[in-house]
């Protein structure tokens, strides 16, 4: 595979090294590090993976596997060996002292990907406290491997000179970090308020990296959101009007995509932006329906939808339907459409769906409002709809459909009993 971004740099030839134990699907989670490794600039000579019942403690594949991959480093002229899971310090000191070559993990790659990626400042912030986070239990002997890689895959972007510093420094920084992050949080929580006291509906569109989240969002608002077939082209939200078939104004909202096994600290420090969805009040799942992943990539994105608490109802969107099309009656369940982001097609279907399961923007009610709440009726009037009026001695008694952000407003007077005070 050719590497999908020109660097200044010059492309660095990198080994991919993953274990087999039977708790995942090795052979997948490989073939995403390797789409992991060329975007991040790498050119991938290799691919090494090894079945055995638990990791090796020392060095996580066994001696003779790792002789196997030193060989391998030297004849092909290597320059990173990246694995497949989490290394701790000691693991990636006596790997690189086999392999006589830097060592990365796929955290560390996932982050630098961030690093690149990363456009607003929040975005920048965030990653910065992931790669600070990440780095600081692996302060003690992670210089070796860096200084080797001169700037390269896995020491890119914010955070990168906090590894000459000392560990009080970086917990000081971590400390202002999230403190900042904490401030923009409460400002987009504000934000979320002020929508949901104006009655705005939002939908997170969420899902795998890489399956058409932007396309589909410029496809139905022309947002001119980057959309590239690489991975993690998007990182920060990008909140967008649209209308529905009914009439109702929905904000669209694109979050930052999915990997499996998504590193820990990425979930906390991206967690003001994945707030957006679990704040939303309907999550579009899209997947690649074109890709034999596409299950497990519904799969990853419940999963951080359950971990993340997220309330609101999935509706199931198979994107790429042009290319292909899954089995009827597949594990998707019945909230699920079939769209082509690129063409257009099915996108009428999507807004239906979507209208059918958000909550009814009205509501029927039988209200006596008292003189001198002109300007309620007004409202009601506006947002809604007058069915009968008749006026009586203290007020009027009134058959409307209520649109849903009034109806705290109307309830008081709603017309069984309730005090016209």
Same mark, same amino acid.
């Given at each position: 595979? $050719?590497?999908?971004?020109?660097? #200044? #740099?010059?492309?660095? /030839?990198?080994?991919?090294?993953?274990?087999?134990?039977? =708790?995942?699907?090795?052979?997948? &989670?490989?073939?995403?590090?390797?789409?992991?490794?060329?975007?991040?600039?790498?050119?991938?000579?290799?691919?090494?993976?090894?079945?055995?019942?638990?990791?090796?403690?020392?060095?996580?594949?066994? #001696?003779?596997?790792?002789?196997?991959?030193? =060989?391998?480093? /030297?004849? #092909?002229?290597?320059?990173?060996?990246?694995?497949?899971?989490?290394?701790?310090?000691?693991?990636?000191?006596?790997?690189?002292?086999?392999?006589? @070559?830097?060592?990365?993990?796929?955290?560390?790659?996932?982050?630098?990907?961030?690093?690149?990626?990363?456009?607003?400042?929040?975005?920048?912030?965030?990653?910065?406290?992931?790669?600070? $986070?990440?780095?600081?239990?692996?302060?003690?002997?992670?210089?070796?491997?860096?200084?080797?890689?001169?700037?390269?895959?896995?020491?890119?972007?914010?955070?990168?000179?906090?590894?000459?510093?000392?560990?009080?420094?970086?917990?000081?920084?971590?400390?202002?970090?999230?403190?900042?992050?904490? $401030?923009?949080?409460?400002?987009?929580?504000?934000?979320?308020?002020?929508?949901?006291?104006?009655?705005?509906?939002?939908?997170?569109?969420?899902?795998?990296?890489?399956?058409? %989240?932007? @396309?589909?969002?410029?496809?139905?608002?022309?947002?001119?959101?980057?959309?590239?077939?690489?991975?993690?082209? @998007?990182?920060?939200?990008? &909140?967008?009007?649209?209308?529905?078939?009914?009439?109702?104004?929905?904000?669209?909202?694109?979050?930052?995509? !999915?990997?499996?096994?998504?590193?820990?600290?990425?979930?906390?420090?991206?967690? &003001?932006?994945?707030? =957006?969805?679990?704040?939303?009040?309907?999550?579009?799942?899209?997947?690649?329906?074109?890709?034999?992943?596409?299950?497990? $990539?519904?799969?990853?994105?419940?999963?951080?939808?359950?971990?993340?608490?997220?309330?609101?109802?999935?509706?199931?969107?198979?994107?790429?339907?042009?290319?292909?099309?899954?089995?009827?009656?597949?594990? !998707?369940?019945?909230?699920?459409?079939?769209? &082509?982001?690129?063409?257009?097609?099915?996108?009428?279907?999507?807004?239906? %769906?979507?209208?059918?399961?958000?909550?009814?923007?009205?509501?029927?009610?039988?209200?006596?409002?008292?003189?001198? %709440?002109?300007?309620?009726?007004?409202?009601?009037?506006?947002?809604?709809?007058?069915?009968?009026?008749?006026? =009586?001695?203290?007020?009027?008694?009134?058959?409307?459909?209520?649109? %849903?952000?009034?109806?705290?407003?109307?309830?008081?007077?709603?017309?069984?009993?309730?005090?016209?005070?």
């Amino acid at each position: 595979m $050719q590497p999908q971004e020109n660097s #200044q #740099q010059a492309v660095q /030839k990198a080994l991919l090294i993953g274990l087999d134990t039977g =708790e995942y699907d090795a052979q997948a &989670s490989l073939a995403e590090l390797e789409t992991l490794a060329v975007s991040a600039g790498a050119e991938v000579e290799g691919v090494l993976l090894q079945r055995r019942p638990a990791p090796e403690a020392a060095t996580v594949i066994g #001696q003779g596997k790792l002789e196997e991959a030193a =060989e391998f480093c /030297k004849v #092909q002229e290597i320059d990173l060996a990246v694995f497949d899971c989490e290394l701790s310090p000691a693991q990636m000191r006596n790997i690189e002292r086999v392999l006589h @070559t830097a060592v990365i993990d796929r955290t560390a790659l996932i982050l630098d990907i961030f690093a690149r990626r990363a456009v607003t400042a929040e975005g920048k912030l965030q990653v910065e406290l992931a790669q600070l $986070q990440y780095r600081l239990p692996r302060l003690s002997g992670i210089g070796t491997a860096l200084s080797r890689l001169g700037g390269g895959i896995g020491t890119r972007g914010p955070g990168e000179t906090q590894l000459e510093t000392d560990r009080r420094h970086i917990h000081r920084r971590i400390a202002a970090l999230k403190k900042e992050l904490g $401030q923009l949080e409460k400002r987009r929580a504000l934000h979320r308020q002020r929508r949901q006291k104006e009655g705005v509906i939002s939908i997170a569109i969420v899902g795998y990296t890489n399956v058409g %989240k932007s @396309t589909l969002l410029n496809a139905l608002t022309g947002a001119g959101v980057l959309a590239e077939n690489r991975l993690f082209a @998007t990182l920060d939200p990008t &909140s967008r009007g649209l209308e529905l078939p009914d009439g109702r104004n929905v904000m669209l909202i694109d979050t930052v995509g !999915f990997v499996r096994r998504l590193p820990h600290h990425l979930v906390e420090a991206f967690h &003001s932006t994945l707030e =957006e969805a679990v704040e939303a009040d309907l999550i579009w799942c899209v997947c690649d329906a074109s890709s034999e992943e596409a299950e497990a $990539q519904a799969a990853v994105a419940k999963k951080l939808l359950a971990e993340l608490e997220a309330r609101a109802p999935v509706l199931i969107v198979l994107n790429k339907c042009d290319t292909a099309l899954p089995a009827p009656g597949s594990f !998707f369940g019945e909230h699920t459409v079939n769209i &082509s982001a690129r063409t257009g097609e099915g996108l009428e279907s999507l807004l239906r %769906k979507t209208t059918e399961m958000l909550e009814p923007a009205h509501q029927r009610m039988q209200l006596y409002l008292p003189y001198g %709440k002109e300007r309620l009726l007004a409202e009601i009037r506006q947002e809604g709809r007058i069915y009968h009026m008749d006026y =009586e001695p203290e007020g009027m008694r009134i058959d409307a459909l209520v649109e %849903k952000r009034l109806i705290p407003k109307a309830a008081p007077y709603d017309a069984r009993g309730q005090s016209l005070s």
